[in-house]
């Protein structure tokens, strides 16, 4: 059931304990996320597998504590948060659930007791909406941890609505906060395994040229989200990023704001190519992934030609 974000507090008001889950290498806006809402609600914090880097930086900045891999059976309801397909979740068996998400997958809806899931920049956007429609207020840790899930999810802001700079100064405000203090919490310089991953991911690349628009391909067993991202930094206009993970095949892609402008949808292409395989994919138009079945080289394959095909 769809329901609105003023709607929240009463149906969470009815389960006793309430388990708020972040998938797996959470981010920090899964993280800033699911710790406002914890705070705000009551309940426990805990994400599956990992945290991403910059996850666990803003969990030591807020203080959260989030337990990895809980029990799904020692909770009345499970919230799922910046989590569209169940391919995030790993082992984690998911029985009575609700979500609170801003991907365009459907995947996980239809079997959610409740539901908010919108189309905003950003995760923390929307639970920033549900805080003040609920009237709770939010502590200088939640107010952070909000804003730096908006500014790593907006690309510090380069893909921000005018509605996320609203919500960015409120939360400014809210937090007493300083701005430059937000963007600290993710000024981590790369690590080495990744840089030197990227590099190799840079030097392996593929490149064709489908009129004027460049598709790169790259084959690497770690980071391919990261890998994706340096390949339309460099230049490309799609970048796919493959990996072999035990007997799956990862992959990870990214597009140009134009690529994404003139109607290419990373998330439905992937979605279509992991299904077709036994697997799973989703995200956003220009930052997708999936995981599915199959070799690295051929599945680059059907990447491009899906490409090639939606690009005018
Ligand atoms: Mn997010």
Known sequence: ????????????????????????????????????????????????????RTGEALADAIGAAVEINPRAEDYDLVVVVDTSVRMQLGDFHLASYAVVDHHLDKGLLEDAKFYIQKPSKSAAEIVWTILKESGRRASREMALGLLVGMISDTGRFRRASPEAFRTAAELLDAGGLDYEEALQALSLPADIPQRIAILKAAARAKVDRQRDWLIATTVINSFEGSAAMALVDLGADVAFAAGKHFNLCRVSARAS??????????????????????GEGGGHR????????????SLLEECKIKVAESLP
């Open 1 to 52: 059931m769809l329901i609105s974000e003023p709607e929240f507090g009463a149906h969470i008001g009815k389960y006793g304990n309430v388990l708020y889950l972040c998938h797996r290498n959470a981010d920090p806006d899964a993280i800033g996320s699911a710790f406002a809402l914890q705070q705000a609600f009551g309940g426990t914090l805990a994400a599956v597998d990992d945290l991403s």
């Open 286 to 297: 220009a930052a997708a992934a999936m995981e599915a079945r199959g070799e690295p080289g």
């Open 257 to 278: 704001r134009e690529a994404a402008r003139r109607g290419l949808n990373l998330a439905e292409i992937l979605r279509e190519i992991a299904r077709a395989h036994g």
